[in-house]
């Protein structure tokens, strides 16, 4: 499975597949707002836990065209295949 990137010329889709991004990383952030974690294991455990729950969801949103809805299945499945969280530096 890999991401694909957006069409050069006119991304419809790009905007979308953040969206739904954006409200995955809501989601799981705010499920574990007051959680204390003191190991990167442990933290990607819950991640995947609250990941898993997410995936199972039924989520009901209705997509402009089959293009979009493709783009955000491969953005979900793409989500719900990692397995850790690589640091970030600022």
């Known amino acids: 499975m890999a991401a694909l990137p ?3 010329r006119s991304p419809r889709d790009k905007p ?3 969206v739904a991004v954006q409200i995955a990383q809501r989601w799981i952030l705010a499920r574990m707002r007051n959680e204390t974690f003191f190991s990167l294991a442990e933290l990607n455990q819950r991640i ?3 990941l898993e729950d997410l995936n199972n969801r039924v989520i009901y949103f209705y997509l402009r065209n089959n293009h979009t809805a493709r ?3 491969v953005t979900f499945q793409f989500l719900s295949k990692q397995r850790s969280i690589a640091p970030a530096f600022w």
């Open 6 to 8: 957006a069409r050069p």
């Open 16 to 18: 979308t597949v953040e």
């Open 48 to 50: 995947e836990e609250l």
């Open 71 to 73: 783009a955000a299945r």
